[in-house]
Structures are given as structure tokens and as C-alpha cells.
């Protein structure tokens, strides 16, 4: 089995580039692939591999320095869900565009076991922080969605929205999948004076990982930015595939769509794209079975980031 490590952790890093080199080789020695992103804010990303190969890895990562406690959680897989490793450095290793100290203005970390009550209090204003693709594969009952399609987007989404928003609540309490768009968000609106503001400790997945289905006010599955593309309760397996044309979810429903063709396109993108691009599409999808075939990997389709 191959493990799939989800990580964070906000970070002074004065040299990114210096880490970035450090860690691209020893997680390619280890055989590891995924994705890093590396920015002078700390270091976000997933990577897979066989766990003694990642705890390598992640060993490496928390010599970094403010690294030793951090954000990690781990699904299975198959196979590995990514084709190669990439390794960057950015401005943000979340793209707000907006300056923030989520090391010390970050909103009040709720557990996972805790989160229930808060969300089901009328007083509290639940905000799912994801864009409208995630959104639309699972959120929690009840949980307001900004329909954006960055998370550089939510700043200016809440400040025209703020007051009808805020009316008759007395708190704020926002989640992500795995916690890192979330620290950031709440020290955003701390930073706009909404003083009483949480997040979910660990996000979606921890969520999921701990609370009992019987128990849980989540509705649907979570999307992951991985070729497993979504879970469920316990982090089993999701019932969604993704399109290799636009890169977006896809449901059973729009699988039995006649828009929908594996490798081509799915109901979200047919209309916008050519029959050139389609045929195009399609021999990528033929090259890529052929190389399953052969027992090889082919790297022309990657899965979307977190940014």
C-alpha cells in the first residue's frame, strides 16, 4: 500500500530556495512524488509513497526550521496517486493576496469532536473557505459557500458581504480540507476586526477521520487534490472521478451523462472546448492506457493543487 501525507505548517523560512533544493533531493532518493510548495510563510503540499520512504521525507521537513510540529494527515492508496515530484517555491504557499500572520493572528482551533455544537449554534456564521468545485462534491449542512473559484477570491468576497453576512451572529466559524486556507482566513478576518472567529482543527479530513458517520453533520464527500479525487467517512475512497480535460470533479450522475467521455470531456467543460482540443484529449487519454498497459507512467496530466 502506498501512503498519501497531507502537510502544512506556517513558518519563518528565510532561504525557501535553499529548502526547496534540500528537499526535492531527498524525496526524490526516496522514491517519493506529490507536491511541495515552499514559500518564505512555511510549506504546503501532498506527497506519496511506500511510509518508511515518507517518513523519511516528512523527517527532513521538520528540520526546517518552526516545521517540528507539523500538519499531517495521511490516507492509502493502490497505487501511487501522483506521476512525478515537483517541488516549488511561491509567494504564499496559500494564494490569498492578502497580508496576513496566520503564526499570530490565526483564529481559535476547534477539535474535531467539538465542532458539531459550534456550526449547530444559530449564532454561529459556518463559511466553507473552498472554492465552488469542492464545495459542490460535500460541505457541511448548513455551511455558507462563497462560490469562488480561488481562494485569492475570498477577501473581497467577505467585504461585500460582511454585513448581511454578520447580521444576528455573534461568531464565525470556518473549515477547509485540511486546515491551511483556514488559518489563513481567520487571520484575515481578525485583521478586519471580526474578533470571535474558529476553525476546524485539521480540517475536513481530520473531521472525517474521527467523527463517527453516525455522528457527523458532513453531507457528501470530500474533494482531494490527489488522483483519488475525493473521500468519505474514515477517509475511505470517494465515488467521484476526475475529468482530464478540465480537471473538475465528476459525479456517477455526470458520468452517465452522454457529455461525458473518460479522458475527454465532462458535462462542466464540453461547450467550452473544440472538437481539435477533444481530439487532443483523446490521444493523450490512448497514450496514457498504453503506458498502464506497458506498466509505465505517463506524465502528461497532473492533479490540481491547493493554492
Request: hydrophobic content about 40%; aromatic content about 8%.
Amino acid at each position: 500500500m502506498i501512503r498519501v501525507s497531507a502537510l502544512y505548517r506556517f513558518a519563518r523560512i528565510d532561504d525557501p530556495h535553499a529548502a526547496r533544493e534540500a528537499l526535492f533531493a531527498a524525496a526524490s532518493r526516496a522514491g517519493v512524488k506529490g507536491t511541495l510548495l515552499l514559500a518564505s510563510e512555511g510549506i504546503n503540499g501532498t506527497i506519496a509513497g511506500p511510509p518508511d520512504a515518507l517518513d523519511g521525507v516528512i523527517a527532513r521537513i521538520r528540520t526546517l526550521p518552526g516545521c517540528a510540529d507539523l500538519s499531517l494527515k495521511h490516507g492509502w492508496a493502490e497505487t501511487n496517486p501522483f506521476h512525478r515530484l515537483k517541488v516549488k517555491v511561491k509567494r504564499e504557499i496559500v494564494t490569498m493576496g492578502v497580508a496576513v500572520d496566520p503564526l499570530t493572528d490565526a483564529g481559535t482551533y476547534v477539535a474535531p469532536g467539538e465542532w458539531n455544537a459550534l456550526i449547530a449554534d444559530p449564532q454561529t456564521l459556518v463559511i466553507d473557505t473552498r472554492n465552488a468545485y469542492e464545495v459542490a462534491v460535500g460541505t457541511f449542512a448548513g455551511a455558507v459557500d462563497p462560490g469562488t473559484d480561488s481562494f485569492a477570491d475570498f477577501p473581497a468576497w467577505f467585504r461585500d458581504h460582511r454585513e448581511t453576512l454578520m447580521a444576528g451572529k455573534t461568531r464565525v466559524a470556518m473549515f477547509c480540507t485540511g486546515g491551511i486556507r483556514c488559518e489563513k482566513s481567520t487571520a484575515f478576518l481578525k485583521a478586519e476586526g471580526v474578533e470571535a472567529v474558529h476553525h476546524l482543527d485539521g480540517g475536513i479530513l481530520r473531521y472525517l477521520e474521527e467523527v463517527p458517520e453516525h455522528d457527523s453533520r458532513w453531507q457528501g464527500e470530500c474533494f482531494v487534490f490527489d488522483q483519488r479525487v475525493a473521500v468519505g467517512h474514515g477517509l475511505a475512497p470517494g465515488t467521484h472521478a476526475l475529468c482530464h480535460a478540465c480537471r473538475m470533479p465528476v459525479s456517477a450522475a455526470d458520468r452517465a451523462s452522454p457529455l461525458y467521455v473518460e479522458g475527454v470531456s465532462c458535462p462542466a467543460c464540453h461547450a467550452t472546448r473544440d472538437a481539435a482540443q477533444r481530439a487532443g484529449y483523446a490521444e493523450r487519454h490512448r497514450q496514457q492506457r498504453l503506458a498502464e498497459a506497458r506498466g509505465a507512467s505517463h506524465v502528461g496530466w497532473s492533479a490540481p493543487v491547493a493554492e
